[in-house]
């Protein structure tokens, strides 16, 4: 992408930054982590004379507790996207002051699930801190230009909050449910903060906008994709039904295509049109494939259950 549409861009879509990041501070409600975490269960660990973790401590499912471990070491990465969002779009005006709060408040996400699963005992807080280690030395790195990048957090965004949110159904703890919701609902402020700069775009370069929003969603992949087990742990949570095509499809990237009106805009030429109509045939594909898998999950979920039964 050229360097000086990036630049004239930047300036162009300050004062929809600056606007959104208004929108955003009116409506938003500061919450504590604390206030999500039951002390009251909490105990010492063999350290401090206490008793260490054991598997039987830990109330929650083994599919949400999956979720969960997966949902928190993507929320640690947050020092590797503050540098990439900051890259992107700097740390002037509008567009760093944005950079600051979206930071400030995705770090709260980290610091109440951390907490919520170390005082339940939900998970094993060593495995888990051996986990928090080798993904945040890794870090997330990712080669897209300003366009895709605004365009990628807007599907991200939202997938998280889907994650989060069917996460928290999935735990059978009122606490954890409570506090993941509150967590989602930070993750849809986010999406639609993105989801606005990305329409604006539309307005000023809608070519190589289109271009930008095609590659995110063909190429889209979550940011936690690269942690260890990350593949594994992903079949289990689509199986359960907590993240899967039919939802990222349908809850996901449909609804923000829509929003953004792509199959109907009449502004597009040359490689802008050829995006659209390699975006439709990708999402036809991606419908197909999400209708395979949920069949396929229902038929083993009912051979499950005729097991179970003899």
């Known amino acids: ?80 996207y503050h540098r990439e969002i900051a890259t992107q779009f700097g740390l002037d005006g509008a567009w760093g002051t944005w950079v600051g709060r979206w930071t400030a408040e995705e770090g709260r996400h980290g610091i109440a699930l951390r907490d919520y699963l170390v005082v339940t005992r939900g998970v094993d807080p060593v495995e888990l801190e051996v986990a928090r280690m080798a993904h945040m030395t890794a870090g997330h790195q990712v080669d897209k230009n300003m366009l895709e990048a605004i365009a990628y957090v807007s599907f991200q965004e939202l997938a998280t909050r889907v994650s989060h949110r069917n996460t928290g159904k999935a735990t059978g703890c009122k606490i ?13 402020l986010h999406m639609i903060f993105y989801r606005n700069l990305v329409a604006a775009a539309f307005e000023a370069a809608p070519n190589e906008t289109m ?47 829509r929003n953004w009106k792509v199959f ?26 999400a209708t395979r ?15 179970a039964q003899a």
């Open 176 to 188: 954890a449910d409570q506090l993941l919701l509150r967590i989602a609902t930070d993750e849809n």
């Open 1 to 80: 992408m050229d360097a000086k549409l990036v630049t004239n861009l930047l300036h162009e879509l300050e004062p929809v930054v600056e606007e959104n990041l208004e929108r955003h501070l009116k409506i938003t409600k500061d919450w504590n982590p604390h206030d999500y975490v039951p002390w009251s269960e909490g105990r010492d660990f063999a350290f401090l004379g206490g008793e260490d973790w054991a598997p039987e401590q830990s109330r929650l499912d083994p599919v949400a507790k999956v979720a969960m471990i997966t949902n928190l070491l993507t929320e640690d990465n947050l020092p590797s």
């Open 211 to 257: 271009r930008a929003v095609t590659n995110e969603v063909r190429d889209f992949s979550m940011p936690g994709a690269t942690m260890e087990g990350f593949a594994r742990n992903s079949v289990t949570i689509a199986k359960a039904g907590i993240y899967d095509l039919r939802l990222h499809h349908d809850e996901v990237v449909a609804p923000i295509l």
């Open 293 to 307: 898998f949920v069949e396929q999950r229902t038929r083993l979920l009912e051979r499950q259950a005729a097991r």
């Open 264 to 289: 109907e805009r009449e502004d597009l030429s040359g490689d802008g049109e050829k995006a659209r109509d390699e975006l439709a045939e990708f999402m036809a594909a991606l419908d197909t494939q």
